[in-house]
């Protein structure tokens, strides 16, 4: 403002000069104002035109540009924000989704590795069981089959025993006969007891 | 190449020469007039003059001509720079003002104006900060000259901007409440007495200090420029070039930063400044 004051006075020293001398020329003029003025130098010097140039210029300037530079561009600048903060929004949310699932996959794997295990330690224990049964009715098995074929053995032993002392009491009896009927020497019943005793023995 | 530069310079001081002196030359360079002469040797453009409207003179005069050509070329730059595909610009160019573009946005005006208020004033101050930002680099190429440095231009803005941040506040605060909230509340009368002409002059001087600064450091770079180049005149030969030349590159180069820099801290507090007439609770 202080600039505006100085102007002031300038124009005013501008105008009591060019009162005095009508300007025949602008730069003859601003000379005078010079001169008039004493101390300050023409660049100083207050030019009202130059003000309502600039601010002309300017506010053209800024009608020009708002309409042709700056609305599309801050418009394509905004837009091109707007994608780049969905692209990163998104891409966060993939990768929040991604943790999600390779944690549930993680979890997942788990329990079947768990399972697996558990399922691995029951077939194992029923496989165990299964061959201790086994193994047990085998034993049993053998011992029942052994036992029988003990009890058949000692039947069988008896039944021929028992056939054995039949037979012996026949041949006995058979023989005793045979001994009273020749009633013979000596020499001749121990030669027919041998020859007895050879059938016997061959029977 | 060295030869080729020495003879740039030996013509420049041969124009130079034609000066009074440094100071002349200095003050012819940095001062607005109503011809253009951007080539050496060559005629100089000179522009209508005695365009009266209402008593005041409206010629166009040089650093009008630079609004224009800045317009023009921010109209041009950005014409082929706002095409784009698949929402992203399909020229490196478009690539660059976007990056700018971008960080207005980002860094200047949604800090100050908030989310909610950014979408409405960013036409705005993006207009602001790439006018600016012409206006300044095209004051750097040879025959150009700094319309950003002439302090009726920087006037011209920091009023716009005294009026717009003003307006903005009246306008979403209502005109009682604005002018209350530019005063600390809770606090005695007596020292209201001494606040409210501080608090007034204060909303005054930052709209000073932004027209002050701008024009302060264009002009000053500029002057540095050519003060440097003016070594010839002061030395009275041209072989003084092996010594400024390269010092006169690297204070281009800096004001090459500084073109950005005051680009930037304009917006940057006139962006501040409206975020706080719209936001008078912080």
Request: glycine share 6%; net charge neutral; proline share 4%.
């Amino acid at each position: 403002m202080s600039s505006e004051l100085n102007g002031l006075q300038y124009a005013d020293a501008e105008a009591a000069s060019s009162q005095a001398e009508a300007p025949a020329t602008h730069t003859e003029s601003a000379a005078e104002g010079h001169s008039a003025a004493g101390s300050l130098p023409p660049f100083l010097q207050f030019d009202p035109g130059v003000w309502i140039w600039t601010f002309s210029v300017f506010v053209v300037l800024l009608i020009i540009l708002r309409k042709m530079a700056w609305k599309p561009i801050i418009a394509s600048i905004e837009e091109r924000d707007k994608t780049i903060k969905n692209s990163l929004d998104q891409a966060a949310r993939i990768q929040e989704e991604t943790k999600r699932l390779t944690e549930e996959q993680n979890k997942i794997l788990a329990a079947a590795r768990h399972e697996a295990n558990a399922l691995m330690q029951s077939s194992r224990q029923a496989a165990e069981e299964l061959r201790r049964k086994l193994e047990q009715s085998a034993q049993e098995e053998k011992a029942r089959i052994i036992a029988s074929a003990t009890a058949e053995i000692e039947s069988s032993k008896r039944t021929a025993m028992a056939e054995l002392k039949k037979t012996t009491a026949e041949l006995s009896i058979k023989i005793a006969e045979k001994l009273i009927k020749s009633n013979l020497d000596e020499a001749k019943s121990r030669a027919l007891v041998d020859q007895l005793i050879n059938e016997v023995s061959k029977n | 190449m060295l030869k080729k530069i020495f003879s740039a310079v030996l013509l420049l001081s041969g124009m130079l020469n034609a000066e009074e002196g440094l100071g002349e030359f200095l003050t012819h360079h940095i001062s607005n007039s109503h011809e253009w002469h951007p080539v050496p040797f060559l005629p100089a453009l000179h522009l209508p003059t005695g365009w009266i409207i209402g008593g005041i003179d409206v010629s166009p005069t040089q650093h009008v001509l630079m609004m224009f050509i800045a317009a023009a070329l921010l109209i041009i730059l950005f014409a082929i720079g706002t095409r784009r595909k698949n929402n992203a610009p399909s020229s490196k160019l478009g690539h660059a003002l976007e990056a700018l573009v971008i960080y207005v946005r980002d860094e200047v005006v949604e800090p100050n104006l908030g989310k909610k208020d950014t979408a409405a004033w960013l036409p705005f101050f993006l207009t602001l900060f790439f006018f600016f930002l012409a206006l300044n680099l095209i004051s750097l190429i040879p025959g150009f000259s700094a319309a950003t440095g002439n302090v009726n231009f920087t006037g011209t803005m920091a009023l716009l901007i005294f009026l717009t941040f003003n307006l903005a506040g009246i306008i979403k605060n209502g005109p009682v409440h604005y002018f209350t909230g530019l005063f600390p509340s809770g606090v005695p009368w007596p020292i209201m007495i001494i606040i409210v002409p501080i608090e007034l002059m204060g909303l005054i001087t930052k709209a000073a200090a932004l027209c002050i600064r701008l024009f302060a450091n264009m002009t000053a770079g500029h002057i540095l420029l050519l003060s440097l180049t003016g070594l010839i005149i002061v030395f009275k030969t041209a072989w003084v070039a092996i010594g400024f030349l390269p010092m006169t590159l690297f204070i281009y180069l800096i004001e090459v930063l500084v073109a950005f820099l005051q680009a930037y801290i304009f917006t940057l507090l006139s962006a501040l400044f409206v975020g706080m007439a719209l936001h008078q609770e912080h």
